[in-house]
């Protein structure tokens, strides 16, 4: 049992000095970033965003602030968050938010998140101040620390036990005779597997959107990459496919299989194995100094191999952190270098119109001598198929 989620203060103190030193390198006076999950990275305080600004000031030379409305003070006090706080009343209030925060003169990076207003709110709050764009903490989130790929690895486990209840529920369901089970119905069964596992077995649970759960569509829905779960039946015959993944200290990971329901056509066998096959070239393409786009273009060049150049829809895959989705993009166009630490997603795909979609994704950790999946949920043809 994890004793807690939470990373120890002195990580993120680390964290600080690190991206202090990068930003001084650039000849910053300091930092401002407003993405939730900016926040979480440099003071370990989670939050539900809404209106009300929450934004961390990271100055070279002093102190680390962490700006918020006087109603998240205690959830920052209890979480221990890594910063000096700076309480607003409420908002919109008599006085705009960033005129609370310590006037930084000099040049202050900010992230490409953040919002044209709110660099208008910043810029008149701090006209002293010259706000330019910057990738310091972006880039400082690209590798993840030894305590970061532990909560991961976690992630990853309970993420595998999602996969094998989703499976199980409808192979009880066809024990018993009667109907299979709707994407919503799965959808949200391996969502409750995922969430009372953590807190069955965790002390001190981050709670972050989404804790666990994913997307879950069958047949010719499945061919539409990002599908919502509905309301449709499972068939015997047609495949079904489980996107999941859950968070764990709010560090993500994902996990993705494509299931037939029956003895798989030639039809079938042919598209899983070529996208089977892709995952498994992907995976021995992401190694130290290999640009994204190198890896994407020798994963996705197996299934153009095959005849099915036509039915592909996405990339390789991405990067995975305190974000589901997060640089680097393992894509064209990303000329990244891969280093030790970075975790991905590795997740071919082929989408067929009209008759379904085959997925396999795994998160992996780029090491000293390639890549080592976090998940561990079986691949082969033989495991996924479900006998009717």
């Known amino acids: 049992m994890l004793d807690t989620q939470r990373l120890p203060v002195d990580f993120y103190r680390e964290v600080q000095d690190d991206v202090r030193a990068a930003a001084a390198e650039d000849g910053l006076a300091g930092i401002l970033v407003d993405h939730a999950e900016d926040v979480a990275y440099l003071t370990g305080f989670f939050h539900h965003p809404c209106e009300r600004p929450v934004a961390v000031l990271l100055t070279v030379d002093g102190p680390t602030w962490l700006l918020l409305p006087e109603l998240e003070r205690e959830h920052a006090q209890a979480q221990q968050a ?9 908002f919109p209030g008599l006085a705009p938010p960033f005129t609370h925060l310590p006037a930084t003169p000099g040049r202050i990076g900010y992230p490409a998140s953040m919002a044209v207003g709110r660099l208008a709110e910043v810029r008149c709050a701090w006209p002293d101040s010259t706000l330019v764009p910057s990738d310091v903490v972006a880039k400082a989130r690209l590798r993840k620390r030894p305590a970061e790929i532990a909560l991961h690895a976690e992630a990853a486990r309970i993420t595998d036990l999602m996969l094998a209840a989703g499976r199980a529920l409808v192979e009880e369901a066809l024990v018993a005779g009667g ?18 596992t953590m807190y069955a077995e965790h002390a001190d649970v981050v709670v972050v959107s989404p804790l666990a759960g994913g997307l879950v569509y069958a047949g010719a829905n499945s ?10 039946r499972l068939r015997p ?22 299931f037939i329901l029956g003895e798989p056509s030639p039809e079938q066998r042919r598209y899983y194995e070529a996208v089977r096959a ?13 640009r994204c786009a190198e890896a ?9 191999s095959a005849g099915l150049g036509e039915y592909l829809r996405h990339r390789q895959g991405h990067g995975i952190g305190l974000g589901m989705h997060e640089p680097p993009w393992l894509s064209d166009g990303d000329d990244t270098e891969l280093v030790p630490g970075m975790i991905v997603s590795n997740e071919p795909g082929i989408y067929v119109p009209g008759h379904g979609g085959y997925r396999i994704s795994d998160s992996m950790l780029v090491t000293d001598d390639g890549a080592r999946p976090f998940t561990a949920y079986p691949r082969g043809l033989d495991d996924i198929v479900i006998g009717v």
């Open 82 to 90: 890594a910063a000096e706080l700076v309480a607003y009343p409420e």
């Open 179 to 196: 109907e299979l089970p709707s994407e919503a119905e799965l959808a949200a069964h391996v969502s409750t597997v995922g969430t009372r």
């Open 223 to 232: 061919a539409r990459p990002h599908a919502l779960p509905s309301g449709y």
């Open 237 to 258: 015959g047609e495949t079904f496919m489980l996107s999941l993944g859950c968070a764990v200290g709010g560090r993500f990971v994902e996990g993705e299989r494509t």
């Open 278 to 290: 892709a995952q498994e070239a992907g995976g021995a393409a992401l190694r130290p100094g290999v």
């Open 296 to 304: 994407n273009r020798q994963c996705l060049d197996v299934i153009r």
